[in-house]
């Protein structure tokens, strides 16, 4: 399974899954994004576009949701969003109990298909066959998460560690050290770091110490005048 392997593949219909739960969670649900807050559109037509346009991109074709399926999809993204805090959080106990919960709710079950001339390989559904996109695209994405929580790849599913940031991302890095869900959260993190270090080096030199009154003058100036004798002069 590609999440066991070190160069982390994603070639798998499950490892597409967990793709496309993590663009429902960055984009249908508020919160920060690399500094900004993200906020969802409050308008139900701008709602349902949202949901349409995220949900085009996941299945790379053009979609058309009624209000009602452009809801469900936004509750999902909530829910998968749940399962990336409990695993950012260091909480793989509930974060399972909460999958096996979603599981059920959308009836996720794993079939064989074959189609558009590729061999047979795994499809997730729901076993809903009335289900909108909705459902099926949640049965898809908490069955993916599921097989990655019951891997060692559950570690590397993760939140943005960025101040001002929550979006999800997938660490595909070989050591699993990712901590930020882009280039510009870790650029950010580090110029702000550079930023309090460079206030702290600073602040010593900035008001710390004895303040220096007209009675300090004389000694400083003492201090500061070579001794008498030893003054070196050009020939």
């Given at each position: 399974m590609s999440w066991v392997s070190v160069k982390m593949k994603f070639e798998s219909y499950a490892d597409r899954g967990v793709e496309s739960?993590?663009?429902l969670v960055n984009r249908l649900?508020?919160?920060?994004?690399?500094?900004?807050?993200?906020?969802?559109?409050?308008?139900?037509?701008?709602?349902?576009?949202?949901?349409?346009e995220v949900e085009a991109k996941i299945s790379g074709r053009s979609v058309t949701l009624g209000g009602h399926a452009a809801e469900e999809m936004i509750q999902l993204a909530a829910e998968l969003r749940a399962v990336f805090e409990l695993l950012a959080?260091?909480?793989?106990?509930?974060?399972?109990?909460l999958v096996n919960s979603l599981l059920?709710?959308?009836?996720a079950a794993p079939q064989l298909a074959r189609h558009d001339g590729e061999s047979w390989h795994l499809h997730f559904h729901s076993q809903d066959k009335e289900a909108?996109?909705?459902?099926?695209?949640?049965a898809m994405c908490v069955i993916a998460l599921a097989v990655v929580i019951g891997s060692p790849g559950g570690a590397r599913l993760g939140l943005c560690d960025s101040a001002n940031c929550d979006r999800a991302f997938i660490d595909t890095s070989k050591n699993g050290s990712r901590r930020f869900?882009?280039?510009?959260?870790?650029?950010?993190?580090?110029?702000?770091a550079f930023r309090t270090r460079r206030s702290e080096l600073r602040?010593?030199?900035?008001?710390?110490?004895?303040?220096?009154?007209?009675?300090?003058l004389p000694s400083l100036t003492r201090l500061n005048s070579p001794p008498r004798g030893n003054t070196l002069r050009a020939k």
């Open positions: 739960a993590v663009e649900s508020p919160g920060w994004s690399r500094g900004r807050r993200w906020e969802l559109p409050t308008a139900s037509a701008a709602r349902r576009g949202l949901a349409q959080a260091a909480r793989p106990d509930q974060a399972a109990a059920a709710r959308y009836q909108g996109r909705a459902i099926a695209r949640g869900c882009s280039s510009a959260c870790l650029s950010r993190t580090k110029v702000a602040a010593p030199l900035l008001g710390v110490g004895p303040a220096i009154g007209p009675a300090d």
